[in-house]
C-alpha cells in the first residue's frame, strides 16, 4: 500500500534555527513529491515540487531533498522565523497513481 | 495572477438545504480539482477536470455530490441536500499542463451543516 508518514506532528523550536521536517514513503517509483504549509483556517500553499529525476530543490530560505531508495524527503528551513509557524504537509504522486498521497502533516510552531 | 478563488470563504447551512461552492482556478490552468479536508479523513480528491471536462469521480462521496465546469474559468460543486456530516473545508486547486503537475490551492470554503 502507498503510504506517506510525516514524523513528528508536532515541533516547537526557537526563532532562528534551522530544522528539519520529514517526510517517508512506501515505494520508492515515486513521480514526484510536493510539500505546502497550511496556515489555520487557511488553505493550502505550494512550497517546492521535487520530480522523482532531482534531488533536491531550494526556494529561499527553504530546500527540499528527495531520497528514492530510502523513501525520505526533508524540508531544510533555515533561520526560522515566527512566521513560519505553520502545518506542513508532504504528497506523494506514484507513476501507478495520478492522486496525491498526503501526509498527516508536521505543525511548526516558532517561538520569538 | 490572483490565484485560484473561491467562494464563499464560509458557509453555514441547516441539514436538507442546497449548497453551491464556486471556484476560478488559476487563467491557463488546464486541470482542476475539487478536495475536502476534515480532522478524520485529512485531504480527499473528490473529482478532477481536464479542459473542462470530468475526467475522475469516483472520490464523489454520494450522488448528493454534483460538480461542474461550464467553462475553463468556473467550476461549482454542489451537495443537494445536505447533511451534517458534509461538514469540512472544501479546497479547489488547479494544475497547469498535466495531473502530475504541481497543483495549486485556494482558500477553501469552510462549511457547516446545522
Known amino acids: 500500500k502507498q503510504e506517506v508518514t510525516q514524523i513528528p506532528a508536532a515541533l516547537s523550536v526557537p526563532e532562528g534555527e534551522n530544522l528539519v521536517l520529514n517526510c517517508s514513503f512506501t515505494?520508492?517509483?515515486?513521480?514526484?513529491l510536493q510539500w505546502f504549509r497550511q496556515d489555520p483556517g487557511k488553505g493550502l500553499t505550494s512550497l517546492l515540487l521535487i520530480q522523482s529525476s532531482q534531488r533536491e530543490q531550494t526556494s529561499g530560505r527553504l530546500n527540499a531533498s528527495l531520497d528514492k531508495s530510502s523513501g525520505r524527503s526533508t524540508l531544510y528551513i533555515a533561520a526560522s522565523q515566527p512566521g513560519d509557524s505553520a502545518t506542513y504537509l508532504c504528497?506523494?504522486?506514484?507513476?501507478?497513481?495520478?492522486?496525491?498521497?498526503w501526509g498527516a502533516g508536521t505543525k511548526l510552531i516558532i517561538k520569538p | 495572477d490572483a490565484g485560484v478563488i473561491q467562494s464563499p470563504r464560509h458557509e453555514v447551512t441547516e441539514m436538507g438545504q442546497e449548497v453551491t461552492l464556486r471556484c476560478k482556478p488559476i487563467?491557463?490552468?488546464?486541470?482542476l480539482f475539487w478536495y475536502r479536508q476534515t480532522m478524520m479523513r485529512g485531504l480527499e480528491l473528490l473529482i478532477y477536470?481536464?479542459?473542462?471536462?470530468?475526467?475522475?469521480d469516483s472520490g464523489m462521496p454520494e450522488d448528493r455530490f454534483s460538480a461542474k465546469m461550464p467553462n475553463a474559468s468556473f467550476s461549482t460543486l454542489k451537495i443537494q441536500p445536505s447533511e451534517p456530516r458534509d461538514s469540512a473545508v472544501y479546497f479547489c486547486a488547479s494544475s497547469l499542463a498535466s495531473v502530475f503537475g504541481e497543483q495549486f490551492f485556494g482558500p477553501g470554503t469552510r462549511l457547516t451543516v446545522l
Open positions: 487563467s491557463g490552468h488546464d486541470y
Open positions: 477536470f481536464n479542459n473542462n471536462v470530468p475526467i475522475d
Open positions: 515505494d520508492s517509483a515515486i513521480y514526484n
Open positions: 504528497a506523494v504522486r506514484w507513476d501507478s497513481n495520478y492522486q496525491l498521497i
